[in-house]
């Protein structure tokens, strides 16, 4: 079983920057990757970026060049997220993939508004 905690949500302004952390806690020992989802009001959940832990990465495209993403060894999640705009308001999700199961933290609250 895997935990997974985030923190860093909150209101900014647009252009404004935050980073995300995400702890985990647990079996961490056989997770395959970890990724940021992102769900905004009325929408759907979606990918925002991954990582595994020898550096490979992927973005979705809107945030490619604003966002990073990083991990210390699936212990710790991070999402730098520089000039950040309205369209990036919501709820942030971490994820692990495990071979077992996937899991998911509670999510942070992002909001991008002036």
């Known amino acids: 079983q895997v935990s997974l905690v985030e923190s860093g949500g909150g209101l900014v302004q647009p252009g404004g920057s935050l980073r995300l952390s995400c702890a985990a806690s647990?079996?961490?020992?056989?997770?395959?990757?970890m990724a940021w989802y992102r769900q905004a009001p009325g929408k759907q959940r979606e990918l925002v970026a991954s990582t595994t832990n020898d550096g490979e990465t992927s973005y979705k495209d809107s945030v490619k060049g604003r966002f990073t993403i990083s991990t210390d060894n699936y212990r710790f999640l991070f999402l730098q997220m520089n000039n950040l705009q309205p369209e990036d308001t919501a709820v942030y999700y971490c994820?692990?993939?495990?071979?077992?199961?996937?899991?998911w933290g509670q999510g942070t609250q992002v909001t991008v508004s002036s």
């Open positions: 994820n692990a993939r495990h071979p077992i199961n996937n899991y």
């Open positions: 647990g079996n961490i020992f056989s997770i395959l990757s």
